[in-house]
Structure formats: C-alpha cells, structure tokens
C-alpha cells in the first residue's frame, strides 16, 4: 500500500537486512518510545521493556551497533537514543506492521467523512474532509486539487490593453478567479462581446474541464456563424484554461493548531515554527504533492527525503483520490512532525482517500 521515493538510503546497507531478532526488539523499542513521547530512550529502560532478558551493558553493545549503522543517535552526551531519519525510514518500511482498519475505525472515518457529499462544491467538500482528517490524525491535513473543479455561473472580458485582456471567471459558489489573456491582434470590442456571450451561453453548471470539451465541439460546429476574430478570442480563453499546471492547483492546508500540541522544548517549537513557514511557501507544497499524483496508493516522505520539509524534520503521507471516471484528480494526506503514528495514520489516510473517491463521484 505504501510507496516512497527510492531514494537508496536502505539498499547499500546489507547489514540493516541482517539485524538479528535482539537488535530488530532493541530497535523497535526505541522507534515506538519516540513516536509515543518524543524522548530518548535509555538501556536502562529498554532492558525492561523488551521481552528477552538482557542487561543494562548488553543493551548498551548493541545500541552502539545500531548507531553504527547510523539507525538511532545520542542528542545529548550520555543520553538515551533516538531513531535517526534513516532508522525511520528502515522502520516504516521493514518493522512496522501496517495494518488494515478494523471495521468499527472505517465507520469512524467514514461518518466523520459523510457530510462529505452534501456540500455545496467541491472545494467545500474537500475543507470538511480536511478538517476532519486533521481531527483524526492529530497532524496538518492538506489537500491538492485542481482548481477546475469548481462549476461556472458567468466569464466576462475587460480589455486591459490593445492586445490584453481580463478574463474574470465566477463560480456557482461565488468564487471569483481572473486571468491576463493575450488577444490576437486587432481584436474589436464588439468580437470581445460576442465572445463572453458565445462562452456564457454554454458554460453555466461545468466545470472548466467539461466547459472545455463543450467549447471545443461548439466551436468547430459554429465556426460559420462566427467571424475569425471573435473565433481566436474564443480559442485563446479555452487555451487559458489548459488545466494540470501548477497555476491550475489550489493547495488547502487545514489543523495547523494540532502541530502545537505535545511540544516538548524549545526546539520542538523551532520545528513547528519552521514548518509553518514551508506550509506558507505554497508552491514548494504543491511541488510535493504534484510528485504523489502518478503513485498508486500510499506515499511517504520522512524528514530531509523531500527539501521541503528537511529543516523543519516533518513527515508527510498523502495519497491521491480520484474522480467518477478513476482519472486521480488530486491528492490528500497529512504533514506533521516525524513522530507521527505511521502505524495508524497510513491506513487513515488511504481509507479518507477511498471515502472521498467515492462521495466525490470517483
């Protein structure tokens, strides 16, 4: 179910793959202590908590083995250890049972899920599924859709120059978008007129992608009636909608107020401050996103495996969803520290995926 890029951290390393049972228990210890406190963990305690009896000393010997093999670290001098960005990694993709949801979790989800499908528009319906996301998983939930999926009420022209013009797109749900179109040259006022009045008449209740294909037929079937001019004005406000550019995505981030939960130090507050600053710096985002958009389920990216988010040391999980023909039409996911429960959050994530497919049309 889950992927990542193959970034060829794992492979080279034979002796992450030869970790007896002793060292895979020590190390899991330290893993799942990190996730549950954010703490280094000591040999002291681990000796306690893992099933097979060892000493304080013997912990310590192989804990020296696991950070030569650069899967946990010392914070501090003489410190307990924490799981470094590798042994997470290593962890996530080797120890960690991923299981499905039980049956009463996918009710949970899918009734927090459900007014979903009654909302107003697409982007409404994506907000609701984001904040409950972000509710469920403790994290940021953050949503990259195309921006053509908002039905069309009105276009309208403004010229702005000889050859410029404004084209002013408004939504069923009131939201306005404008774009520069660049006009052929000696393009009159009235072939700007009978442009929006071709485009108004048959774009009311589409979206950009179906107004689109609509434009296209009607355009080729009425070329006769139509002068070339207004014809090219047409033509240049369809090419302006072209849609799968960055430009044509919106990204909603939603539940910044959870990352401020369970902070530790001063640090930790370093962290989150750092991340929300890459969460302002949208086109990083939706760079990120767009790279999950072509995977099939699942995909994870820990800490400095994508720049983005290196300094801030987060986690992201996203996965995409798609529309009523199975073409994915964005992606949703969490981003949060990387302590996250990856155990839990995966299959939340997929799960949220697959219910929003579904009440979207998919």
Do not use: C
């Not at 053509?148 to 276009?155: D, E, G, T, Y």
């Not at 001063?266 to 990120?288: H, N």
């Amino acid at each position: 179910m889950a992927h990542h890029d193959p970034i060829n951290l794992i492979a080279p390393r034979a002796g992450l793959a030869q970790l007896n049972e002793r060292s895979r228990d020590i190390f899991r210890q330290i893993v799942e202590s990190y996730l549950a406190t954010g703490e280094p963990v000591g040999s002291r305690n681990i000796s306690r908590l893992i099933a097979m009896p060892l000493s304080p000393a013997s912990v310590r010997n192989v804990m020296a083995d696991l950070e030569q093999l650069g899967l946990i670290y010392a914070p501090h001098t003489s410190a307990g250890r924490l799981p470094t960005e590798l042994g997470l990694r290593f962890f996530v993709d080797a120890l960690m049972q991923v299981g499905d949801l039980n049956e009463a979790e996918r009710a949970s989800i899918q009734s927090q899920l459900s007014s979903v499908g009654e909302a107003q528009s697409v982007e409404a319906a994506l907000d609701q599924a984001l904040m409950r996301l972000s509710g469920l998983t403790r994290a940021a939930a953050v949503v990259l859709t195309p921006k053509s999926n908002a039905r069309l009420k009105h276009i309208e022209f403004v010229r702005l120059e000889p050859e410029k013009a404004l084209v002013i797109l408004v939504g069923e749900d009131g939201q306005v978008e404008n774009r520069v179109l660049t006009l052929p040259p000696g393009v009159p006022s009235s072939a700007i007129t009978e442009a929006g009045n071709f485009l108004n008449a048959r774009i009311r209740g589409r979206t950009l992608a179906e107004a689109r294909l609509e434009l296209e037929t009607a355009l080729a079937e009425a070329r006769a009636e139509l002068d070339q001019l207004t014809q090219k004005v047409i033509s240049a406000g369809i090419a302006s909608w072209s849609g799968g550019e960055n430009e044509d995505r919106q990204l909603i981030v939603r539940g910044h107020a959870n990352l401020l939960e369970d902070l530790h130090a001063l640090e930790d507050l370093e962290r989150v401050r750092l991340l929300f600053d890459d969460l302002e710096t949208k086109r990083g985002v939706i760079d990120l996103l767009g790279r999950a958009e072509t995977a099939e389920g699942v995909r994870i990216f820990i800490g400095s495996e994508n720049k983005l988010f290196s300094l801030s040391g987060s986690s992201t999980i996203i996965s995409p969803y798609r529309d009523a023909a199975g073409h994915i039409v964005g992606v949703l996911g969490v981003i949060g520290p990387t302590r996250l429960n990856y155990a839990r959050v995966i299959p939340t994530v997929d799960y949220a995926a697959r219910i929003v497919s579904r009440l979207l049309g998919g």
